[in-house]
């Protein structure tokens, strides 16, 4: 079992800048993935970016150049700096672990005011 808690939602202006933040604990496996995805009123779920423990990282078009996700692999945690935000970037925001089984977060609501 894996447990994932987000921090670092909240409610911002249009332009401004968000830093997330997922710790992961329980069975940890020395390879993985994990990510953000989100979701807004009405929209599925979608991906966001994700960075394997290799650190390879992977955005969605919509958030290349002003997203920037991180890891710290000694600390099972992931980062998502958000800069630039915009009002269609507002949704719940989930973390996500993959390694065989997948895993979510409760979700951190992210809200920009335009």
């Known amino acids: 079992q894996v447990q994932l808690v987000e921090s670092g939602g909240g409610l911002v202006q249009a332009g401004g800048s968000l830093r997330l933040s997922c710790v992961a604990s329980g069975t940890i496996s020395s390879i993985n993935t994990m990510g953000w995805y989100r979701q807004a009123p009405g929209k599925q779920r979608e991906l966001v970016a994700s960075?394997?423990?290799?650190?390879?990282?992977n955005y969605a078009d919509s958030v290349k150049g002003r997203f920037t996700i991180s890891r710290d692999s000694a600390k099972n945690t992931v980062f998502l700096q958000m800069n630039s935000l915009k009002a269609e970037d507002t949704g719940v925001y989930y973390c996500?672990?993959?390694?065989?089984?997948?895993?979510w977060g409760q979700g951190t609501q992210v809200t920009v005011s335009s």
């Open positions: 960075i394997t423990t290799g650190r390879i990282p």
């Open positions: 996500r672990y993959l390694w065989g089984t997948v895993y």
